[in-house]
């Protein structure tokens, strides 16, 4: 058995374990009444917790639960050896098998969990946001929005921006992708006649695929993406062989004596008359 101290509320010293509370581990197992014999182990040891308060513990034979403790708290009043149950408890040890620590759901979201009807409240401290009667920090975007008399509750902020863009760039309609780095050098977004670039600040490095038959159709692509469907691609033609007509040679004709088979009818008969006689 052994036996921990630990501060006393209120004051930085640590309480010393009261022997008559730490010699109590059967009036400890006392609280334990409820609990399966089955599911309650060795005697781990003891905590003071403060004057005249210890806590025992207990291994926890419970299915699902390794390394949980039993912890029963029992204390005494002053000048008496009568031992008095607080409270029992099932506490997780250092090496517990524990949920994992709860994370709002906003931080539990990701690209991909939004379905149809379904809806997502901005925080109104969301970063990549900015208030709208700015307009935008953006000063082209500004400029023309002022004049057409635009405006939106919010924006995105350069924050925003920025982490949008590392994102696309970073994602499969990046450099990096596969079908990119499969396709050859020259056919990059930049160049094709099918992309389209966006507006704003983006414009340097994104636009939007325009080609049905491209895998990132309708698609935002960096301008250095690229695949096999570029409008300027050329693909090798093998040359077809030339198809000559046939030439005979006429220039000598040699004799050749054909055999005729017997007939039915004597060559050397006279012929007969047309009609019938």
């Known amino acids: 058995m052994t036996a921990s101290t630990a501060p006393t509320r209120g004051s930085g010293r640590a309480a010393k374990p009261d022997q008559v509370l730490t010699d109590a581990v059967e009036v400890a197992l006392q609280g334990l009444d409820v609990v399966d014999p089955e599911h309650i182990g060795a005697h781990l040891g003891v905590v003071a917790e403060g004057e005249r308060l210890v806590t025992h513990f207990f291994e926890c034979g419970l299915p699902g639960y390794r390394g949980w403790r039993w912890a029963v708290t029992v204390t005494r009043i002053p000048r008496s050896k009568q031992v008095t149950i607080c409270e029992t408890a099932l506490l997780p040890g250092a090496d517990a098998l524990r949920a994992p620590q709860w994370v709002p759901w906003q931080e539990r979201l990701q690209p991909g969990d939004l379905g149809v009807g379904d809806l997502l409240p901005t925080p109104a401290d969301d970063i ?127 004799a050749v004596a054909v055999s005729r088979a017997a007939g039915s009818v004597d060559s050397d008969e006279p012929a007969e008359p047309y009609g019938h006689g």
């Open 128 to 254: 990549r946001l900015a208030p709208g009667y700015v307009l935008s920090d953006d000063p082209g975007i500004e400029e023309v929005s002022w004049e057409l008399g635009l405006g939106r509750p919010r924006v995105l902020s350069r924050e925003g921006r920025l982490d949008a863009a590392q994102r696309w760039y970073d994602g499969d309609r990046g450099p990096n992708a596969p079908i990119s780095v499969a396709a050859p050098s020259a056919a990059r977004c930049g160049s094709c006649g099918f992309y389209m670039q966006l507006a704003g600040s983006m414009r340097q490095a994104f636009g939007v695929c325009g080609n049905e038959y491209a895998p990132d159709d309708a698609q935002v692509v960096s301008v250095d993406h690229g695949c096999g469907a570029h409008s300027e691609v050329l693909v090798e033609q093998v040359q077809a062989v030339d198809e000559l007509p046939t030439v005979f040679d006429d220039s000598e004709v040699e």
